[in-house]
């Protein structure tokens, strides 16, 4: 038992003499740590490299010669944004700030519905259409229909949702001969 883990491994067949030799060996592979080099030749060119590099300053001409058809899209972009800053102003200065409570108003956006929690006096504005739904930098706006009027004059494509009294949509009847055309249901309907 006075022999080592490496001698019973040997005796047991489990490994070779060579292979406890290396085993007992330091290991001379391991990597030593960086030493900084002495100011030699390659040294003083690497800083002037770095020195060059720090003061060259960008030329402005020298993106339009590579790309001369990047004009036209930087001033599309430029406009987007623009319009984008002025629809952001207004419903900024038009939202109402504390809408939220615990009744839910359902309304589509394309082929989904989305649910809103709102307090009562909010819920009833959007049922009555005093309020549109408008989304900004993924957050859910309330604003007034006429502030919604000026972002669609804006941007054609921006996402309002109106009520449906107040935007003019009536549902389209699918059976002229239905009992039940007379009868609405109503917005504010709660199970």
Known sequence: MADSLREQLVQAGLATREQADRATKPKSHKKK??????????????????????????????????????????????????????????????????????????????????????NESAHKSIVAGELAITRLNRETHLIPPDVAEQVKALNPNWLIVLSGEASGESEPSSDPDDPYTAYTVPDDLRW
Not at 48 to 64: H, I, M, S
Not at 73 to 99: G, M, P, T
């Open 33 to 118: 740590k960086a030493q900084p080099k002495a100011a030699g030749k390659g040294q003083r060119k690497s800083d002037r490299r770095r020195q060059k590099a720090g003061e060259r300053k960008p030329n402005p001409q020298r993106r339009d010669t590579r790309r001369p058809e990047a004009g036209a899209e930087d001033l599309e972009l430029i406009e987007r944004r623009k319009v984008k800053a002025e629809i952001k102003a207004l419903i900024d200065a038009a939202s109402v700030k504390d809408f939220t409570g615990e009744i839910s108003f359902n309304f589509m956006i394309g082929e989904r519905i989305r649910q809103l929690f709102v």
